[in-house]
């Protein structure tokens, strides 16, 4: 699988992921050509907007900036107008559906900060030509370089404050820390907006988090130049183009385990359902020996770290232990999707296991077919039958 890595250690913006992605190898004829396909013009006969590309370094690292010289703009543009120049150019369909995807996140999200509807949204600084030109021209750059997939690190926002058109406003801006929701933020002390609502918009819209540089076969890195010289570190936006090793989904979970030897073994599925209950993702109980010859079980339970107190409070409520080891586990995991089978006996869901595009496992939900079995009244395997792929059934 193609995967862009994106190092946000300096923040990301538009024109810093266009010129990291000119620096990677993105032809400049090229994208010039593609962005002729976007009628943005205010007259009939030439564009009203000029890229600036150059050559710049950042403490003594080199790197690509670009800027969109435009005109000076007094329209504003909202959501419907914006898509409809997208719908309406040359660009291939891929293009299109990222441009498109990556406004409407950022339309979503300047909704909701200004507590108005989607469409009644107005882009003011997003809504100009340069940001246009950023949110295409990353699309087209995706698209040359055929990647599939996005990985961020956590991502650094800046601090203090700014001036929008809508006043004074702290860093990150309402509409970068909306967009930002779900993913690793952090603030090194710079006075400065180094995460844009654009740069926000491009992760939100297309990336997912990573902790660390993924398993790539590198075979292209570019580093986009920021317009602030920043005095603690270069001010870049670098990324890293390759195939992946192996598309697995990676994680971090807590791993919080007890040994317990003093427990009614007739209180041990209790405890499990309330692990499970306050948030446990498995539990499980296994026999161990432990001194003295005293049989024991181990009691594991795996969560999100976010929810370590409430499972830690059932481990406490429901068992005889007085303590737990908690561990950080590194998962790697296959994509998981969830389909909804239509049978003769009801609807089924089918969990399916994805490694990249690759459908590696094929599960229906065990408690959907027994339901369907009891109501019905047949047996369990004649339900299991009619949800099993076409190409499976006679030899089943």
Request: proline share 4%.
């Amino acid at each position: 699988m193609k995967t862009l890595y994106l190092d946000c250690s300096s923040g990301i913006s538009g024109n810093m992921f266009l010129g990291a992605l000119l620096d990677s190898g993105l032809p400049v004829d090229f994208l010039k050509n593609e962005l002729r396909k976007l009628q943005i013009t205010n007259d009939k006969s030439q564009t009203n907007y000029k890229l600036q590309i150059t050559k710049a370094k950042k403490h003594g690292v080199r790197a690509i900036h670009l800027e969109v010289k435009t005109k000076k703009q007094t329209k504003t543009r909202n959501l419907k107008d914006i898509l409809a120049i997208i719908g309406k150019s040359k660009l291939n369909s891929n293009t299109k559906q990222i441009s498109s995807a990556i406004f409407r996140r950022l339309a979503e999200a300047e909704a909701k900060v200004h507590d108005i509807s989607i469409n009644k949204v107005h882009f003011h600084e997003v809504g100009a030509i340069d940001s246009i030109v950023d949110i295409v021209g990353a699309a087209i750059g995706l698209n040359y370089f055929g990647v599939e997939e996005i990985r961020t690190s956590p991502i650094n926002v800046g601090s203090g404050w700014i001036k929008t058109s809508h006043g004074r406003l702290p860093i990150p801006a309402p509409a970068t820390s909306e967009l930002l929701k779900g993913f690793s933020i952090y603030n090194s002390g710079i006075k400065k907006e180094l995460t844009t609502p654009t740069g926000a918009a491009i992760i939100s819209a297309l990336a997912k988090k990573a902790d660390s540089l993924p398993r790539l076969k590198v075979e292209a890195i570019g580093s986009g130049a920021g317009t602030f010289n920043l005095a603690e570190q270069p001010n870049l936006l670098r990324i890293f183009i390759g195939e992946s090793e192996l598309p697995t989904e990676k994680d971090v979970v807590l791993q919080i385990e007890t040994n317990i030897d003093d427990l009614d073994p007739r209180l041990y599925d209790k405890a499990i359902a309330a692990l499970m209950k306050a948030g446990a993702l498995d539990a499980f109980i296994e026999p161990i020996r432990m001194k003295k010859r005293r049989n024991a079980v181990q009691l594991v339970a795996l969560c999100r770290p976010e929810d370590k107190e409430p499972v830690l409070e059932a481990v406490f409520d429901k068992t005889t232990t007085l303590g737990v080891r908690i561990f950080l586990v590194l998962r790697e995991k296959l994509n998981r999707k969830i389909k909804h089978l239509k049978t003769r006996y009801g609807k089924v869901k089918i969990k399916l296991g994805l490694l990249g595009r690759k459908i590696k496992t094929y599960a229906p939900e065990y408690e959907d077919l027994k339901r369907l079995a009891k109501k019905h009244r047949v047996p369990l395997s004649r339900i299991t039958h009619t949800t099993l792929p076409r190409s499976s059934r006679a030899v089943a």
